[in-house]
């Protein structure tokens, strides 16, 4: 591809996207000649056609709504100069609009200048076409101008900023200064949240971001880094092969280069940042080898290995982490360290296995069901992006007769039919006495997250069947199993109990309260209120809860109801596929050459087909089976390397939803706090199963008597420890210590790290040391975590000579005798006192709302946050309590100028008299510190 030789701020903005030195490089000067390919001219595929038609799609949708407001001025398409613009403005006798149409040439002139000054060599920009520069009349016959951009985005990114800065330091050269000021902000107009096919384009979605603050690294970028990076001679450019590089016009060359030169992208899913860390790593090889065989050498000299981690450990265990490498490595007779699995990938172009425990793909399941929906790029929401599906199941023998083998169809067949299925599988789980083990998947994150976005929607805004909707969300939400054995049970015995006790109930109200709990509602009040008690006990005391508990805490992490396969490989699998890699790429290359399965249909090809009107169908199908022979090669490989490696076995299908929260904000808030909560267990758990590679690494030294309790000296080793100042009064025990044997996680994989074994909720919300009360939490812990594992106070952290010296209090029953010399590992661990009563409040307000009418002012203010602005007192009554309370304040100096010692604290400075007076003449106030700020 031949360089343009200028630049347009679509470049500067792609630039940013790739995060690429070579992409703006090759854009200015044109591609390598040797490694240039005919891709970078073939027409864009159809799913790039239609990102580009999503944002096309939003743009006309704005000028749409701006134009039926009165306030678009479209003007023709063409280079337009300064005085141009100001007779369209002149001849438009209204005092606030927007431009659209607007192109002009950069002014080259003023811009070579500011690159003469910096002493480098001019950067040539061709042709501006900003979407919008809004205008508003001045009252001195001037205007006042700032560029808006539309963006068919969720969020303004970088690559935004980049765009609209570039815009507006162009026009402020090219206008004409007599007649228009600078607002001195840019802006970008994103689409409505809920979709611009639902919603008109509000004003509230424009990102307005002072200049100012943009000024000082975009000018550094411009006229410092860009005029640097075109200068350079083509091999000193950075580049690295990496997931970002998909959509990219040069991609196809810089695969080949990454492979013909053996860099680092020759190797998967390698980040930029990550790059960058192993090229500084390799820095450290004398060898002039290609990047992966000079850090394969390097890998090999024991001796530069125990140097880099003498001087650089925070860089070796970053390398070691990239490379799949054993976080911690005893000292023993081996010379050098085990290959990395990633590394030997790219340079035997075989399929290497990361021996790493994994816990969120099952090693087994009775019946696989696998999903694949297909995705519109151009889809104005989440929740509409899925066109098309289709449903298969796997499962062997007659458990195979019993569940439909194939369903399809468009997106509002989607949730029935799922429905069917999952009931479907109860039904086979009710009818035998072991109920067979169930679970679904998806290939890709896209796939998952469009799915949980379907679920919610269909949830709070869809006219589907509420048990199909239930059916669903209760087998196949993120977290259901969670949400169904800890945090329901626990809120429904203790909020519907004490619900229930105050005051006599209607009918009505032990009807909405049976239905909540999924129960039958009819019956006199008496049998109503004894159903609702039998439920209760069922749910605190019953064998299933116990069982589900049980299973909760001999299940190593949490493993998804949908597991996302091409996740779980990246994991466990290293390809040798430079960059990234697709299903397509995947399946051809773990799968036996000539079978069918092989052949997998790229996504490309069924969107293509979706466009064209015909039914995807056939090759969604045919995509279904390569995922699951993918998932069979995948756990063959997995187990001929080591059995030990995936940790879990499918469970049966469950499906017990229970929607708590009627009204729509408080449901959102109640799952939103129960989400936080999972997504925090979850990044311990990703440490935990992996041994806690990032924990830091503590050597006991002795034992001494403290205030209270014994304490425990250590040095820290390695890693960083912190601890507030304000904590050193109060004993949370809110980190785990176990002692540090497992040190080589790739030769010990039978041996489960401890900390994995650890429930967090069972005791998230307790006060240690326990009493008598609560220690029976405790001993329901398992039982190698009650023996090798302590709970840890950190009580001082302080220097001695070169060394951090910590001091630490322990509690648990386990059999650690601390010796001497010997190391130990410190992890967090979850703790959470709120939870529970926030659920529980959310839950009484909610119960409150929908049987009593009550108005509360709590589900006021999430409805309509203005109506407490619209219902503040009188102007007289105002006046009134503003008087009463500065005849208050007068007494209290009356009374501290007698020295009345009591009465000088109640003497208000003069921000905290503000919020008062606030306080008593608004409904609401929200006093945002320092004193005397309200929202």
Request: hydrophobic fraction near 40%; charged fraction near 25%; proline fraction near 6%.
């Amino acid at each position: 591809m031949n360089g343009k030789r200028s630049l347009s701020a679509t470049n500067l903005a792609g630039y940013h996207h790739y995060n690429c030195d070579l992409f703006i490089y090759s854009t200015y000067h044109g591609s390598d000649p040797k490694y240039s390919s005919s891709y970078a001219h073939e027409p864009l595929s159809k799913l790039n056609e239609a990102q580009f038609q999503r944002g096309d799609n939003w743009e006309a949708c704005l000028m749409a709504w701006l134009d039926e407001e009165n306030l678009l001025l479209t003007i023709p398409s063409r280079p337009l100069r300064g005085e141009e613009l100001v007779e369209n403005i002149l001849a438009d006798d209204r005092e606030h609009f927007f431009v659209a149409g607007i192109s002009f040439m950069p002014p080259q002139e003023q811009l070579d200048e500011m690159y003469r000054e910096a002493g480098l060599k001019s950067v040539k920009f061709g042709l501006a076409k900003p979407d919008l520069v809004e205008i508003t009349r001045l009252s001195d016959d001037r205007v006042m101008w700032k560029v808006i951009d539309a963006k068919a985005s969720r969020l303004v990114k970088t690559s935004h900023h980049v765009q609209i800065y570039f815009y507006t330091l162009c026009l402020q050269y090219a206008l004409p200064q007599w007649f228009f000021d600078a607002s001195n902000a840019a802006a970008v107009w994103l689409p409505p949240q809920d979709g611009f096919d639902k919603n008109p384009p509000s004003f509230d979605d424009l990102k307005t971001v002072e200049t100012s603050l943009l000024s000082f690294p975009l000018d550094d970028f411009l006229f410092r880094r860009l005029p640097g990076i075109l200068s350079l001679p083509r091999k000193d450019v950075f580049w690295h092969y990496n997931p970002l590089c998909h959509g990219c016009p040069f991609s196809k060359d810089c695969e080949r280069k990454a492979i013909a030169e053996g860099k680092l992208g020759s190797m998967s899913n390698i980040s930029i940042a990550e790059a960058k860390l192993l090229r500084k790593f390799r820095d450290f090889s004398i060898s002039d080898l290609v990047d992966i065989e000079d850090l394969a050498l390097l890998l090999e000299d024991r001796d530069g290995m125990q140097r880099i981690g003498r001087s650089y450990p925070l860089t070796l265990r970053k390398a070691k982490r990239i490379l799949a490498l054993p976080p911690r490595t005893k000292n023993s007779s081996k010379s050098v360290l085990p290959p990395s699995p990633v590394l030997q990938a790219a340079r035997t172009r075989q399929i290497q296995v990361i021996p790493r425990r994994n816990s969120t793909c099952p090693k087994t399941e009775d019946i696989a069901v696998v999903l694949s929906v297909l995705l519109d790029p151009s889809a104005s929401s989440g929740s509409t992006s899925i066109v098309s599906f289709c449903v298969s199941t796997f499962a062997a023998g007659s458990i195979g007769e019993e569940v439909p083998r194939l369903l399809h169809g468009d997106r509002c067949d989607l949730i029935p039919s799922l429905a069917y299925l999952i009931e479907s599988i109860l039904l086979l789980n009710s009818s035998l006495e072991v109920p067979p083990r169930t679970q679904f998947y998806v290939f890709s994150s896209a796939e998952h997250s469009a799915l949980q976005t379907h679920f919610i929607d269909a949830a709070l805004n869809s006219s589907y069947p509420i048990r199909d909707i239930r059916l669903c969300i209760g087998s196949l939400s993120q977290g259901a199993s969670l949400l169904q054995t800890t945090f329901q049970p626990l809120l429904l015995s203790g909020v519907l109990l004490e619900f229930l006790a105050k005051g006599k109930r209607k009918k009505g109200d032990l009807q909405a309260i049976l239905e909540r709990m999924n129960l039958p509602t009819d019956g006199k009040v008496e049998e109503l209120k004894q159903r609702i008690q039998e439920e209760l006990e069922r749910l605190q005391n019953g064998d299933r809860r116990r069982e589900a508990e049980q299973q909760r805490q001999n299940e190593l992490g949490q493993l998804p109801r949908i597991v996302v396969l091409k996740r779980e490989i990246e994991k466990s699998l290293a390809l040798p596929i430079p960059g990234f890699w697709e299903l397509t790429d995947c399946a051809s290359i773990i799968l036996p050459p000539n079978s069918r399965e092989a052949e997998c249909p790229s996504d490309e090809e069924s969107y293509t087909i979706f466009r064209s009107g015909e039914s995807p169908m056939a090759l969604l199908e045919k995509r279904n089976r390569s995922i699951h022979a993918v998932l069979v090669a995948f756990r063959s490989r997995i187990s001929g390397a080591n059995s030990n490696l995936l940790l879990n076995d499918a469970r049966p299908l469950t499906s017990t939803f229970m929607d708590i929260c009627r009204e729509e904000h408080l449901r959102k808030l109640f799952y939103m706090q129960q989400f936080e909560v999972l997504a925090r267990l979850t990044e311990l758990w990703k440490s935990r199963i992996d041994g806690c590679p990032e924990a830091p690494i503590l050597q006991y030294h002795h034992t001494q008597q403290g205030p209270k309790r014994l304490e425990h000296v250590f040095y820290l080793l390695s890693g960083t420890l912190d601890m507030a100042a304000s904590d050193k009064d109060r004993t949370f025990f809110d980190y785990l210590l176990v002692e540090d044997r497992d040190c080589d996680d790739f030769e010990s994989d039978a041996h489960i790290p401890v900390e994995a074994l650890f429930d967090d909720l069972g005791v998230s919300g307790l006060v240690f040391p326990l009493n008598k009360y609560t220690k029976s939490r405790w001993h329901s812990q398992h039982p190698i975590v009650q023996k090798e594992l302590l709970l840890a106070d950190i009580r001082d952290i302080s220097v001695d000579g070169l060394r951090t010296k910590v001091t630490i209090q322990t509690w648990g029953d386990a059999n650690l005798k601390f010796s001497s010399g010997r190391s130990y590992r410190i992890s967090s661990r979850l703790i959470d006192f709120n939870i529970n009563k926030i659920l529980s409040a959310l839950f009484e307000i909610d119960l409150r709302h929908s049987l009593e009418g009550a108005t509360i002012p709590f589900v006021q203010i999430i409805q309509d946050p203005k109506s407490f602005n619209r219902e503040s007192i009188s102007l007289s009554s105002r006046k009134m309590l503003e008087k009463a309370g500065n005849d208050t304040q007068k007494l209290f100096r009356t009374l501290n100028d007698l020295d009345v010692e009591a009465a000088k604290p109640l003497v208000l400075k003069a921000s905290q008299n503000r919020a008062a007076r606030h306080i008593l003449s608004n409904r609401l106030s929200v006093i945002w510190g320092p004193p005397g700020t309200f929202l």
